[in-house]
């Protein structure tokens, strides 16, 4: 299907973002409004405990829908949720939701997830501390693909972006956690592109390097993983850069760019893949 | 696509006021089955652009019972106080969206059991029976995706795209929109299918079935209509129209349903939309597959039933529909258009041997014809034929006379063709290989009494003078003054052509057409000195007007081709290299042949254009050729043509491109050509919709030699031009770009136990097959001509290619069995089964008329197939005796019949063929005999002595 010449690139299809309140998922969700999609746009919207660092708010989570009106599409519908990945109820919920507004879903994107509690070696990590992890990180992404498969094959199409990271490409000292569950999206993300190919539906997993903590987007990961190593944002970041190999952090815009393509018609034949913005960080 | 768009209807409703929020949410929920009200706000009144945008939005969202309520309400509420209601619903929910509209604002608010089937007494929970009724539904849809999309929607194959388009229709006749529109839908439907019997469709699994039939009048036709039968067929089109529902008032509420949809996405290959709001012009819409229907198609389609309900509304009401147009005068001029209409490059108005001459002054030592040894400038050209022609004026040829030229491929052919025309005179060529009775019939016809030709190629009568070229080259007693009066509307040949059915007639064509010819394609095909033609036809086919005058005329250099390289392709190919010939053109069977000599030793290495004509060209095995002589190098071109509209019609240049889809296009009509696609009643047909090629422009011939009966029925008069056209009985349609598809003659179609069948179709699938170089299908009709026993067989030509697929091990008897066994399995997959040949028989080469073309009464009878319908003629003599066993060893060896006296070598036997024959012999337990045997007894009849004689002693 060839796009229409001029027509933005996700015009007239249907999209659900995770963690949409803020950094990424806000990237995401105002990239996606201005590519013409449809919006479902959910976080948790609350603070979890156990996670060491403030979540996304119900407030930034309006915020990031309004920001999506008013960048978006004229045809653009953007409707929120509240939800959280580890209840599957709610996240069938806002499939349901979807469906019911758009009547199709064509792109999920599995954006929620938690950096910490982190900054432990492996062995001191508590068994509560390594469940919620998973429970947030991959499990989240399992139970959203779970909900909206059943519509994904019916429509004999979509595309299932999730948001792993470098951390699931490679290993950090201390994060065993993150880590772990980010290599796992990676498999998860594998074995779903398998299972849905032959409904001609994608499953794709974008890793992003090291975000710059964005005003605008109001993310805060890169402060929150100085903060679980006990060193100063500033160190930390001077410590980041110098690893990049373009020599300068990632914008949440630059995943934001590729997660586009990857929801659109043009990477049509791309499944399966680990889509990998981090300015060559795990090149060297 | 998803389907369920499919089975969605979608109903806007603008609320003037009493758009309360609450209360419609309210209403809603109380209803039951999950659906909730969705409110936008918008900072821009109803009419903007991106509230117009949004609505359309809503209005196409499919709403699936599957995964929800299969129901959704949406307040669009705008910043001029007015709001928008859509209401999308899944049929099997609810199949009247208006009614719940009312509900939810008038003065009756849905009852808690408003879920349909609700009040059913007892058995399935609602849910379990929306599931089923939306089962049914979408059982129904794939009923309908199973239809074949029609050849003249032109679809582009596996496209899973849906086109939409916006008409208008006129209307306000008496009688409801809703039939009038069906009943104008059917008479267009006629039109696309060649068939008066038609299906409408409706709503998903619904259809009526009525007769389109030209005949009856636009009374009878509606009222047939109206009372349509329930129809078994699934329909290709659907037609739902809806009507305007009313406003909606009362308690403080004013709601004006504007915008219903009874589909999203179109339930059938084409689905129109036309709501009838009761004004004069109607609004339609139409979704359609791109895998059954193209874009320009449907514009045509769309355009045609608006016309078609026009004249329906206000023609007499006792007129047969037949005689409705569908088109109106600016569609009609359309059609002309696109068929080539208006595009008249100036032609000189000069006489052929006037242009010749004008080389012959321009570059007279420029070489202008090869023949062997002996090369003629222009000037020696010229001065020889003006030589010729003053002894033709001295024998009493007069301008205006015919002068009959028989004689094989020379230089004096060229330089006699050209006397005639310098002594005024129309040629009338003839084959010296023609049947004895044929030459006659045409001195005869053409009333000739001077035939130039060499001792004993024609057959003598009183009155006709037989001349040869020799007796030409004489210098004349008295000189007598060139002819006066002459003009390029003067004849300049009468070609004779044998149609399918009746006796060949004679084709007049004036100077002026092949003036025009010239212009059409002089500068397009870059035709100059430096050029290099074949003289390969024979003058009796008029391709070689093409050859002759073509190259003569542009000043080139006609390397005249011996009969015997025209029946060798490797002799013809090394005659192309040796004399660098750049200009070529080929019967596509001819050209096969040289393409298979070039292949293997590529020697046509100056030819820059290749022109096809003659015949259908296939396209496909072209790309050999352009593997080894690529587009920049050698342009082709494929030329559709006939004799009456001289020489050739129109022009595709083949790409690779072209070669890989397996065109089928013969291009546009050259520029002074135009061209009409009619039907069987001479009615236009829009692009896509076969029928008969008819002719007009510059290269119309005027008539038929003393045919004035078959004149007026061939040449009819132009529709849109001044001059005639000729009504070609070739099958063709044109596609929207203005390019012709041809499709055969109108009389390969044929009927087979009653089903009507395109032998070409069936060629174009044999050739398909891998392996298969050529191919030809014949209807042979039973004994007596038992229609019962009759059959199709089939006769391939398997290329190298077959040799590398694989085989029995033990030799080539098997791989031609295998090759001709894969052929009609490959066929059995593509064609209905009354469409699979018989037989299939595979051939070395397949025989060609003196014009190039298959000889389908050379073709051998296949050996097996059942009953030999045509088989040998007379009892089947004793199988014991030499002779037939001998025969039955032949056939083996060949594989298709053999006659007594048909010649080893002429059925395409070789000295490896001779080898299998006497392994074959001895397994027949035939004596053998010393293999050079076979060159002095070629037939049966002759070796089956030899064999005897070898028997008696042993």
């Keep these: 299907m060839t796009q229409l010449l001029g027509a933005p690139p996700l015009a007239g299809k249907a999209a659900v973002i995770t963690g949409a309140a803020r950094g990424i998922g806000r990237a995401c969700a105002l990239a996606y409004a201005r590519a013409g999609a449809d919006l479902m746009l959910t976080d948790i919207a609350r603070d979890l405990p156990g996670v060491p660092y403030p979540l996304g708010t119900a407030g930034q989570l309006a915020h990031t829908a309004q920001l999506c009106r008013e960048a978006g599409a004229d045809t653009a519908v953007v409707t929120t949720a509240e939800a959280d990945v580890r209840d599957l109820d709610a996240v069938h919920a806002v499939v349901a939701a979807a469906l019911d507004r758009f009547g199709r879903i064509d792109v999920v994107i599995n954006n929620a997830g938690i950096a910490a509690p982190s900054g432990k070696t492996v062995h001191d990590i508590t068994p509560d501390e390594w469940e919620l992890m998973l ?44 880590v772990t569950a980010k290599h796992a999206l990676v498999g998860l993300t594998k074995s779903a592109a398998l299972d849905l190919a032959p409904f001609g539906v994608r499953v794709n997993a974008l890793c992003p390097g090291s975000v710059r903590d964005d005003e605008a987007a109001e993310g805060v990961m890169l402060s929150e993983i100085a903060r679980s190593l006990d060193v100063p944002v500033a160190e930390h970041e001077e410590t980041f850069v110098a690893a990049q190999p373009m020599n300068r952090l990632i914008e949440p815009e630059d995943v934001a760019g590729a997660a586009v393509w990857l929801g659109s018609d043009a990477s049509r034949q791309v499944t399966g893949s680990t889509v990998t913005v981090d300015g060559g960080f795990t090149s060297r | 696509m998803d389907g369920t768009g499919r089975l969605c209807q979608a109903l806007a409703v603008r609320l003037h006021k009493g758009a309360d929020t609450e209360r419609l949410r309210a209403r809603l929920e109380s209803r039951g089955g999950g659906a909730r009200l969705w409110v936008e706000d918008f900072d821009e009144a109803a009419d903007g652009p991106r509230a117009t945008a949004r609505r359309e939005r809503e209005l196409s969202r499919p709403a699936d019972p599957r995964s929800g309520p299969g129901l959704r309400a949406v307040l669009l509420r705008y910043a001029d106080g007015t709001s928008d209601l859509i209401v ?221 309900h026009r004249a329906l509304l206000t023609a007499d009401p006792a007129t047969p529909v037949g005689e409705l147009p569908l088109f109106d005068e600016e569609q009609r001029a359309a059609l002309a258009r696109l068929g080539g209409l208006g595009r008249r490059p100036a032609v000189p108005g000069e006489r052929i041997e006037e242009t010749v001459g004008r080389r012959a002054a321009t570059t007279p030592d420029a070489p202008a014809v090869c023949f062997g040894e002996i090369r003629l400038t222009y000037r020696e050209l010229d001065g020889r034929a003006a030589r010729f022609a003053a002894r033709l004026r001295e024998l009493g040829v007069a301008p205006g006379d015919r002068v009959g030229v028989c004689l094989d491929r020379s230089a004096d052919l060229v330089v006699t063709l050209l006397a005639v025309l310098k002594a005024g005179a129309a040629y009338v060529p003839m084959d010296p290989a023609y049947p004895a009775e044929r030459l006659a019939y045409t001195t005869e016809d053409a009333g000739l009494s001077l035939v130039v030709t060499e001792a004993g190629g024609v057959p003598e009568r009183d009155g006709l003078r037989l001349v040869s070229p020799a007796a030409l080259d004489r210098p004349v007693a008295l000189p007598q003054p060139a002819p006066a009066g002459l003009s390029a509307d003067d004849a300049a040949y009468v070609i004779y052509t044998s149609g399918s059915t009746g006796r060949p007639k004679g084709v007049v064509v004036p100077h002026r057409n092949v003036a025009a010819l010239l212009a059409a394609t002089e500068e397009d095909f870059r035709l100059g000195g430096r050029d290099v033609w074949t003289l390969f036809h024979s003058s009796a086919f008029d391709f070689s007007v093409w050859e002759i005058w073509g190259c003569l005329m542009t000043g080139g250099r006609l390397v005249v081709v011996p009969y015997w390289a025209s029946r060798d392709p490797a002799q013809f190919a090394a005659l192309l290299e040796s004399e660098q010939v750049t200009v070529v053109s080929q019967t596509p069977s001819a050209f096969a042949q040289l393409m298979a000599a070039d292949r293997e030793r590529r020697v046509a290495g100056a030819v820059r254009l290749v022109v096809f004509g003659g015949e259908p060209l296939d396209t496909r095995p072209l790309r050999f050729w352009l593997d080894q002589h690529p587009e920049r190098e050698c342009r082709l071109v494929n030329m559709f043509g006939i004799t009456e509209t001289t020489v050739h019609v129109t022009a595709q240049t083949v790409t690779r491109r072209e070669a890989l889809a397996a065109s089928r296009s013969v291009g546009r009509p050259l520029p002074g050509w135009h061209l009409y696609v009619l039907d069987p009643d001479g009615r236009p047909l829009p692009p896509g919709v076969a029928g008969e090629i008819h002719v007009g422009g510059a290269g119309v011939a005027g008539h038929y030699l003393n045919r004035p009966e078959l004149t007026a029925q061939r040449f009819l008069p132009d529709p849109h031009a001044p001059g005639p056209m000729y009504r070609s009985g070739d099958r063709g349609r044109l596609l929207p770009d203005g390019r012709l598809e ?12 009653g089903f009507r069948i395109e032998l070409d179709e069936i060629r174009s699938r044999l050739l398909e097959a891998p392996g298969v170089t050529a191919a030809a299908v014949v209807l042979r009709q039973g004994q007596d001509g038992d229609s019962a026993g009759a059959r199709l067989d ?161």
């Excluded at chain 2, 029609?150 to 929109?177: K, M, N, Q, S």
């Excluded at chain 2, 129209?241 to 004013?254: E, P």
């Excluded at chain 2, 041809?742 to 136990?753: F, P, S, T, W």
């Excluded at chain 2, 050079?932 to 028997?951: G, N, S």
Aim: aromatic share 6%.
């Design chain 1, 135 to 178: 429970d947030v990180d991959v499990s989240g992404a399992w139970r959203m693909i779970r909900a909206v498969g059943a519509a994904l094959t019916r429509q004999r199409g979509g595309s299932v972006i999730n948001v792993s990271s470098t951390a699931g490409l490679v290993g950090y000292r201390h994060f065993a956690g993150y």
């Design chain 2, 88 to 308: 999308v619903a899944h049929q099997a929910v609810l199949p009247e969206p208006y009614v719940l509209v009312r509900q939810l604002l008038g003065e009756h608010p849905p009852a808690a059991d408003g879920l349909p089937g609700a009040d059913a007494p007892g058995g399935q929970p609602p849910q379990a029976r929306t599931a089923d009724r939306a089962e049914r539904l979408r059982a129904a849809l794939a009923e309908l995706d199973r239809l074949p999309a029609p050849d003249w929607g032109l679809g582009t194959e596996g496209a899973a795209t849906v086109g939409r388009h916006r008409f208008t229709v006129p209307a306000g006749g008496p009688a409801p929109a809703q039939l009038t529109l069906r009943a104008a839908l059917g008479l267009v439907l006629a039109r696309c299918t060649g068939q008066s019997q038609v299906v409408v469709g409706a709503e998903a699994g619904t259809a009526v079935a009525f007769s389109a039939d030209g005949a009856q009048s636009v009374t009878a036709y509606l009222e047939q209509v109206a009372g349509a039968r329930p129809a078994d067929d699934g329909p290709l089109v659907g037609l739902l129209t809806t009507r305007t529902a009313d406003v909606i008032t009362g308690d403080g509420v004013k709601a004006e349903p504007f915008a219903a949809r009874p589909f999203l996405d179109p339930p059938h290959a084409l689905s129109l939309h036309i709501a009838d709001d009761g004004s004069t012009v109607l609004e339609g819409r139409c979704a359609y597959r791109h895998a059954a229907f193209g874009d320009a198609a449907v514009e045509w389609f769309t355009g045609m039933l608006a016309t078609a």
């Design chain 2, 742 to 753: 041809h499709l055969g003659r109108l009389d390969n179609q044929i009927k087979l136990r």
């Design chain 2, 794 to 954: 089939a006769y391939v030509v398997l290329g190298t290619d077959a040799a590398h697929l694989p085989h029995g091990a033990d030799g080539s008897e098997d791989r031609t069995e295998d090759g001709t066994a894969r052929v009609r399995q490959h066929a059995a997959r593509f064609l209905p089964e009354h469409m699979v040949p018989a037989t299939v028989t595979a051939l070395p080469a397949l025989p060609l008329t003196p014009n190039g073309n298959v000889d389908t009464g050379r073709l051998p009878l296949p050996l097996t197939g059942g009953p030999a319908g045509a088989g040998r003629a007379g009892p089947e003599p004793e199988a014991d005796d030499v002779e037939s066993r001998l025969r039955t060893v032949w056939e083996k060896v060949f594989g298709f019949r053999v006659g007594l006296d048909d010649d080893f070598f002429s059925l395409g036997g070789n000295s490896l063929l001779g080898v299998r024959l006497l392994a074959a012999l001895k397994a027949a337990g035939l004596p053998g005999f010393p293999l050079p045997q076979l060159y002095l007894h070629r037939t049966v009849r002759q070796l089956a002595p030899v064999l005897a004689r070898q028997e008696v002693p042993a």
